[in-house]
């Protein structure tokens, strides 16, 4: 007898296929016979005429400006990324769930309304923005990549949802997810594996895999992930995007499905992912305002609206801390080069610059993972379940917890130990201003130990301590953009290095110069909790250092 997830996702993949192709006719590809890279498709496949091609090349800022202009219309942006995030999905398999149609309603909506009044409705009016499957759009199923969601109708929308709406933006497209949102790559049972544009033989990263595949084939001009241990950093760092994860309490993922409700130890939190910089601020500033004021509906959000010009005085030099090895897992080479490229920019460029060691990163990742595995074991495993689902392996390894360890003792003890935690390091942090000197204002660091995950490695080895040790400590961190793996520039360590464990090992032999030639290489900036203003303005600095330098 057939597993009961098949059915399931059969209904579910002709739900999404009937929705395509009432939509579009795209050509059939057979990914084989496709380069490496497959962001040129997008162009090539025919689909889109020179005008729509010259629209999803815009920037978010330069789209809203032509819209608000009335040099470009709402309908025919949407449309543009429609079409666009059609043809990705066929080369990628990044979409889940369709609403091209009423993507095109409230895009014709928004046109005559700025047609009778002369205004727009909001600072996002006509802007297509694409959602993690997470995020709930009535009827739509929500699947988080698990059949016992895949084609449930859904009735209550996120409230992210309906702020952006109201902001003007235009929903339409939801994107892929590994199963439950518990892998760095992105594959489930229901809706099947996304390729990274970048690279066909790679994972898009995940749990925002699928946003990531998308936002890089030029799909979307802008996409709402969500990260718990790093699953919009991740993506972003893979398909070379600017990511912002921010502390909890400034932007609202209430009434989003997120696969373990009720598991409070460590938060999933949402955000913005974009090719640009401005994107990612533009978002900010329009979700966090006064006009939406979360938390008036969200009682976990904090009165905080975007803040501008944190660093003071303007233009003053930064001081920034380089972790360039976190000593569990050695990055590859092409992320080293990037730290280093990095490190001599800001330094070249009058920044002070400070080596941060690791300390205490062992104990916040084990802290996070022992949260996630007692909290959500017992939810998760059972719903996979249900449907006879396949268990990957790294979801066996991260949920596998006994429910009966978790006692009120156990638990009181977890969360000590977790504030002990982030007082020591805030403590850290707060002794590089000692003797007088200037407080360090962030760190640099690796996203991922791997350039990306060849397709299938983590049921391999599978490593968020990276991203996820930021997420114990609830610390904002933003990606960006350095370069690009070199076969030349970055040839495999050689004998004379020594991996520090077994894992480090395994994760060093998968480098493959020749494979990874051309995959991105983008860093993260971290700032303390509560710090995602001062964060976005360290990025764009450290970005503006790498365009001087020629880097960028």
Request: charged letters at 25%; a negative charge.
């Amino acid at each position: 007898m057939a597993p009961k997830y098949q059915e399931i996702a059969a209904i579910a993949q002709k739900r999404r296929a009937e929705a395509l192709n009432a939509a579009y006719q795209i050509p059939d590809f057979d990914v084989k016979d496709l380069p490496k890279d497959l962001r040129s498709v997008t162009a090539q496949a025919g689909v889109l005429t020179a005008e729509e091609l010259e629209i999803i090349n815009l920037d978010v800022d330069e789209i809203l400006q032509r819209i608000r202009d009335r040099k470009m219309t709402a309908v025919a942006t949407t449309t543009a990324f429609c079409k666009a995030a059609a043809v990705a999905q066929k080369v990628t398999n990044c979409v889940t769930e369709v609403l091209f149609k009423e993507g095109l309603e409230r895009a014709k909506f928004l046109d005559e309304y700025q047609e009778k009044t002369g205004q727009v409705v909001g600072p996002l009016h006509g802007l297509p923005i694409s959602l993690k499957d997470q995020f709930v759009t009535p009827p739509h199923p929500s699947s988080v990549g698990m059949a016992v969601f895949a084609n449930e109708p859904t009735k209550q929308e996120s409230l992210i949802v309906t702020i952006l709406r109201d902001l003007g933006a235009v929903i339409y497209v939801k994107t892929n997810v590994p199963t439950g949102m518990a892998m760095g790559e992105t594959r489930n049972n229901i809706f099947g594996e996304t390729l990274n544009p970048f690279n066909k033989g790679a994972a898009p990263g995940g749990s925002s895999g699928g946003e990531g595949a998308l936002i890089a084939m030029k799909g979307s001009p802008l996409g709402v992930g969500s990260d718990i241990a790093g699953s919009i950093r991740i993506p972003s760092a893979v398909c070379n995007l600017y990511g912002l994860k921010p502390s909890h309490g400034r932007f609202s993922g209430s009434g989003s499905n997120g696969g373990l409700a009720g598991v409070d130890f460590l938060h999933s939190v949402i955000g913005p992912m974009c090719r640009s910089l401005n994107g990612v601020k533009i978002f900010a500033e329009a979700v966090c305002s006064e006009r939406v004021a979360s938390w008036n509906y969200d009682p976990q959000m904090l009165p905080i609206p975007w803040r501008r010009n944190v660093i003071q005085p303007p233009g003053r030099k930064l001081k920034i801390g380089i972790l360039a090895n976190d000593g569990n897992i050695t990055p590859h080479p092409p992320i080293s080069r990037a730290i280093e490229t990095v490190r001599k920019v800001l330094t070249d460029a009058g920044h002070e610059v400070i080596d941060w060691e690791p300390i205490d990163h062992d104990a916040l990742i084990k802290s996070g993972g022992q949260g996630l595995d007692l909290l959500g074991t017992d939810a998760f495993i059972a719903l996979l379940e249900k449907y006879d689902e396949d268990i990957f392996r790294v979801i066996h390894q991260q949920f596998q917890a006994d429910p009966k360890e978790l006692t009120p003792a156990k638990l009181r003890e977890m969360i000590m130990n977790r504030e002990r935690l982030k007082e020591a390091y805030l403590e850290r942090w707060m002794a590089t201003g000692k003797d007088g000197g200037r407080v360090m204002d962030g760190i640099i660091a690796p996203v991922w130990p791997l350039v990306a995950n060849p397709l299938r490695f983590a049921e391999v080895q599978h490593y968020v301590g990276y991203t996820s040790v930021f997420n114990t400590l609830d610390y904002a961190a933003c990606t960006f953009p350095v370069t690009f793996a070199s076969k030349s520039l970055d040839p495999k360590r050689g004998p004379e290095w020594k991996p520090l464990n077994e894992s480090d090992a395994i994760i060093q032999d998968v480098y493959d110069p020749e494979f990874f030639d051309g995959t991105p290489v983008t860093l993260q900036l971290v700032g303390k909790r509560l710090e995602e203003e001062k964060v976005v303005e360290m990025v764009e600095i450290v970005s503006n250092a790498l365009k001087e330098a020629g880097v960028q």
